[in-house]
């Protein structure tokens, strides 16, 4: 009976409202000071308890912290969690204008639609509508909306989390509809520094040491792509050289690791360090380059730990009992991303990613249906108003 009643409380037309109304708020990364505005008021009209912003914009570059907003509930002693979500969205931003075909949401495509993330947030604003005009009994519910995730994680890197008093959460951020992601890998980022010695191609090319020739034997030499079943290899990016008539200087690369495996991931790390190292090592001088040698440096960077939920812990069983006792199928399943939830599973605590419908994201095509967001917002009801 409860899932009926639920279902009936879902206003589908006011969700559809809130949806847009946060996707017309433009809220690039580090420009999320109007969404901050927006979500202090709505979420102080809905009776949260605590609505705290952190310092982290100092260390992000952006025009607001994260936000971290607990309602208290009324089930003492029964376990509470946390609902995650990101206010920040990528570009192009600038003046989105909403679009609605029947039940689909698009953006009139000039820019995205920003249902990445603001698809969960809107369904986390619908929830706390329901718990309100039904007066429906909950544990503690916090929620941790962080800026600047698609910039790298920023905002959820520098979280104030000793402000959170729950102990597991659920990040709503992901494509596809009743998927629930329980494992993601770890990366380290990496970039390579490679010196070698600028001459005149034409004139004395002997005189050279080419940054880039030794950048392309070392990449040859790499193993790229999918290394093994949890692991994979890219590099992105390289960037050097002035001109074709000069033997180019230096290269740097930009590239990563990631792994489910953390063993694997530094092991993956150190090989790449060492192709290079060998690669630049084997460069044969000749009388014009004298005792010049080319140098090769690094720069890791633990980027995010892996995410690994075991079916035995809180978070999943929570959500496993919340779309059982509404007949919902829920597929956890392993991804190849990484995100806040990474971070916040770093922080020693546990976030399972529940996917909210987005559909086509970080595109001006992206789309969302209504009947996804319905169906979200159906299960964040059931694993608000079971008992943990
Ligand atoms: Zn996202």
Known sequence: MRGLNMTTAINRERLAATFSELCEISSPSRKEGAMVACLKEKFAALGADSIYEDDSAVHTGSESGNLIIRFNGTMAGQEGFFLSCHMDTVEPANGV?????????????ETVLGGDDKSGIAAIIELFTILQETNSPHPMIELVITTCEEIGLLGAKSLDHSRIQT???????SCGIDQVIVGAPAANKITVRIKGLAAHAGLCPEAGINALALAADALNRLRLGRLDGESTCNFGVIQGGVAANIIPEQ?????????????????????????????????????????????????????????????????????????????????????????????????????????????????????????????LTELLHALATISG
């Not at 075909?101 to 953006?107: E, N």
């Not at 102990?167 to 951020?173: E, F, N, T, V, W």
């Open 167 to 173: 102990k597991y959460g659920y990040a709503l951020d």
């Open 97 to 109: 204008q909403v679009v609605r075909t029947g039940d689909i949401f698009t953006s009139k495509g």
């Open 251 to 375: 290269m740097i690369l930009k590239g990563e690791v990631r792994s489910h495996d953390s063993t694997k991931l530094w092991q993956y790390t150190r090989e790449i360090v060492k192709t290079f190292e060998t690669t630049v090592a084997s460069w044969q001088g000749n009388p014009a380059t004298g005792d010049k040698r080319p140098l090769v440096t690094f720069d890791i960077v633990d980027d995010y730990p892996a995410l690994a939920l075991a079916a035995d812990t809180p978070v999943v069983k929570r959500i496993q009992k919340a779309s059982a006792g509404i007949g919902k199928d829920l597929q956890f399943i392993i991804a190849g991303g990484g995100s806040d939830a990474n971070i916040f599973c770093g922080y020693g605590l546990p976030t399972a990613i529940v996917a909210t419908g987005m559909n086509k994201v970080h595109s001006i095509d992206e789309q969302l249906d209504l009947g996804d967001l319905v169906s």
